[in-house]
Every structure is written in C-alpha cells, then in structure tokens.
C-alpha cells in the first residue's frame, strides 16, 4: 500500500468526502495540505493534478484524477474487496442495484448539494473568513433544502438508508455538507424531519466519519 | 426487446441526455411524453417513479431510476454489449479509464452543468414560456461558463475527447445544454476557443444527436 495520496485540506467538505470513503474501504492514504489561503490550489503545479484549481486532487500509483464523487466511484470499484462491500450495492447486485445507489448519488450531486453548499459557506466558512453573511441567500437555500428533505422524509421512511437497507456512497455523500449545517446549529430542519434525523442519526456516527471529523481538528500535515 | 421506457418530453434537457446515451447504445425504447405545461411530472402517479417530480424517469423490466447521468451509466453497464462500447471507458482500458470518464462526467454535472442550464433556460425556454428574461444573469453565467470553457480548452489540445481519444459519457452529457447555447445565439462562447470549436463541431454531428434533435423537433404524440 502507501500508494494513494489526497491533496487538500480535510475540512474542505469535498476532500472530506474522499477521506470518508477511504476509511470506508480501509485503504491507507497519505493526505497532503493544500493551503488554499495562500492560493497554492491556483498554483501551476497544482493546476497539473487538477485543472480547475479547486481540491481535493487525488493520486493512486500512476492515475490521477479530480472530484470527489469520481474519485469515491474509483476507490469502490479498485479496492472491491477492500472494507465496506456495498458502498456502490451489494456484491451480485448487479447493474440495477449499483443503479439506485447511482441515482441517489445523483440526487445529492443535483439537488441536495447546491442549496446545501451554500448554507455551509454562509453558516460555516463566512463567519471564519470575517466575510459578511447574506440573510436573504440563507432564507432562499433554506427553503430549497427544506423541499430536498421532505422529499427524503417520505424515501426514509420506506427505507433504512437512501438506496436500500444498506448503508452506501449516496448516504455517504452527504454527510460532509450536513455535518457544518449541524456544527453551526441550524439543524432544525433535519431533526424536524422523523425520519430524516433517524438516518443522519446513524450515518454521522458512523466510526468512518467520526475518524474524519477528527482529522478537522487536528494541525494540518506539512 | 421493447422493455425500457423514458418518461419525459425530448425538448428537456436531461430527458435528451439519456435519449442520446440510447440511441449511442443501439437500445429500443418507448418514450412517454409528460406535459409539464399541465403539471403532469407532479401527479401523484408520476411522484411514484420520481419523487422529485423532475424528468426524466425511466424503467427496464423491474427497475425504475430517476438522474439522467445515472440512468445513463446504467444504460452503458447494463448494455454493455450492444452499439458504443466505449462511453464508460475502452474495454481492457479498466478501472483508471472508467474513472477519467466519470471525473469530466461530474466535471460536467458540477461545473458545466449549472451556469449553462442557467443560460438554457433564459436563452431557450423564458422566450418560449413568455416569461421575461434577466439580463444580469445571462451575463454572470456567461461569465462562469467562459471559465469552465477555458479549461476544457486546454484539455482538449491535449485529447480529442475530454476523457481521452474516444468519444464518451463524459461528452454526450455537455450534448443537450450546448446545443440550446448554440441555438440562443451565445455560439460565440464555444466559436471563439479553437480546440472546443472543434470538439463541439465532432460531438453534435454523431447521428445519435442529430436523431435526438429531430426528435426535439417532432411535436409529441
């Protein structure tokens, strides 16, 4: 092992989102700092591994390759045998079941992650940043999120996670943004939600993710 | 044959994606269309196969799916015999191949996808639905698209596809978006970069895309 390396810093939540499906899978890796206040991630060395100078970047041997959810979608498949087995369905499952757990994975990327990103920025990283927030974009993602999760609410309660009975990478997808969502106390629409907090509930604690959370925490690596 | 179904109307933009991953595989479908102007994709039947009450849906035999780019990838699994075998990555090109098509397929899906949905829906369909255009956003989303372009442009100095020398998932997902840019008159951001020029002229001339824009054409049954 040894050869799987991250660029970025683990409390980006897309670099996160990486490190929880390696703890997942039980693959080693070496996490690499990318200081993104000193503007390293627009550097030219940098703009090699990842041509949109956003992180994290990722290395395994001789590929390279750049966002989160492709980078999760290559780790399930290399590391197959490795770990977690149902992240992406469970074995035999077959092109259908890899399929639900895709079109939640979906649903995240889509409609989940745009309102969500912005309330982590505005609730979580603007106050850090000494930026000022902006009421009326909290209010409108608020809104948007709140329509994401009534439509989880129903899903949950037919099902133990997202895609099935088995916890996969689309439950795990979304545990990054609701994370700083919760960490600033604006989880009132997730604990308002029965079913909703249920999984949440279960998915953020999880021994993977509270590895990742730590790493939040502790000083950056060199 | 005959068991896979699309729900949705050919002109939407997510609806063609998947139209085009099946036409590119050789698979037989039945399209239903589904009249948004009379709120049909919120009908409690619809809500059944996509509880977000957004098209498309699609079913094969047992299995209801929603998200194009997921239909999509079912679609090249599932298939992966019939008409384009290469959309997911060459045969024996394994794993760090699929994984260069799913990286500019979600480069598509977070970095395309959003500034030129915004421009689709102001240059395309606002005219069409009467409703009235904002100028500011045409030009903030302009703005974040010319910066998506320009690192597709140096990518493809480098490979003739986004992913690599063959033609993929990760191309046909950019089909339906760019072709509504095109036909509202912003061309020029896709004219004026030599090497996306020339990627846009090979993608949007596959007959499986010119039998989706026919399509797009015919008024539904």
């Not at chain 1, 590929?63 to 979608?73: G, H, K, N, V």
């Not at chain 1, 993602?141 to 439509?151: I, S, Y």
């Not at chain 1, 909703?196 to 790493?215: F, G, L, Y």
């Not at chain 2, 999509?72 to 794993?95: E, P, T, V």
Request: overall charge neutral.
């Amino acid at each position: 092992m040894g050869s799987v390396t991250v660029y970025g810093p683990p409390i980006s939540t897309a670099v996160s989102r990486v490190l929880a499906c390696l703890q997942e899978k039980d693959v080693d890796f070496k996490l690499v700092n990318v200081d993104m206040a000193k503007g390293q991630h627009k550097s030219p060395d940098y703009l090699k591994l990842q041509p949109f100078g956003q992180v994290p970047a990722f290395q395994d041997e001789h590929a390279t390759l750049f966002e989160s959810r492709a980078i999760c979608r290559y780790i399930c498949d290399k590391y197959a045998n490795r770990g977690n087995q149902s992240l992406l369905g469970r074995s035999g499952g077959g092109p259908a079941e890899r399929a639900q757990v895709e079109q939640w994975l979906e649903a995240e990327s889509q409609s989940f992650n745009p309102p969500s990103s912005v309330l982590v920025f505005q609730l979580a990283f603007a106050p850090r940043m000494g930026l000022p927030q902006d009421p009326a974009a909290i209010e409108l993602n608020q809104a948007k999120l709140a329509r994401v999760l009534d439509v989880y609410e129903r899903r949950l309660g037919e099902s133990r996670f997202l895609a099935g009975d088995e916890f996969s990478l689309a439950d795990l997808a979304h545990l990054p943004n609701a994370h700083h969502i919760f960490a600033a106390r604006k989880d009132d629409m997730f604990a308002s939600r029965k079913n909703v907090a249920r999984w949440w509930e279960e998915i953020s604690t999880r021994p993977s993710w509270k590895k990742v959370v730590d790493m939040y925490s502790a000083a950056p690596p060199a | 044959m005959g068991s896979v179904t699309v729900y949705g109307p050919p002109i939407s933009p997510a609806v063609s994606r998947v139209l085009a991953c099946l036409l590119e595989k050789d698979v037989v479908f039945n399209l239903v269309n589904i009249d948004m102007s009379k709120a049909q994709h919120k009908s409690p039947d619809f809500l059944k196969i996509q509880p977000f009450g957004q098209v498309p849906a699609f079913q094969d035999e047992h299995t209801t799916l929603f998200e194009s780019r997921a239909i999509c990838r079912y679609i090249c699994d599932k298939y992966a015999d019939r008409g384009n075998r290469s959309l997911l990555g060459r045969r024996g090109g394994g794993l760090v191949e699929r994984a260069h098509v799913e990286q500019w397929l979600e480069a598509e899906g977070q970095s395309f996808n959003p500034p030129s949905s915004t421009l689709v829906f102001q240059l395309a369909f606002a005219p069409q639905m009467g409703l009235p255009q904002d100028p500011a956003a045409i030009v903030l989303n302009e703005g974040k698209l010319a910066k998506v372009l320009d690192v597709y442009e140096r990518q493809l100095q480098e490979s003739r596809f986004l992913a690599g020398d063959e033609f993929s998932l990760a191309d046909l997902s950019h089909l339906p978006n760019s072709h509504y840019i095109r036909a509202g008159g912003k061309e020029e951001l896709f004219t004026s970069r030599k090497h996306v020029a020339r990627w846009w002229e090979e993608i949007s001339m596959r007959p499986s895309w010119q039998k989706v824009v026919e399509m797009q054409r015919t008024p539904p049954a």
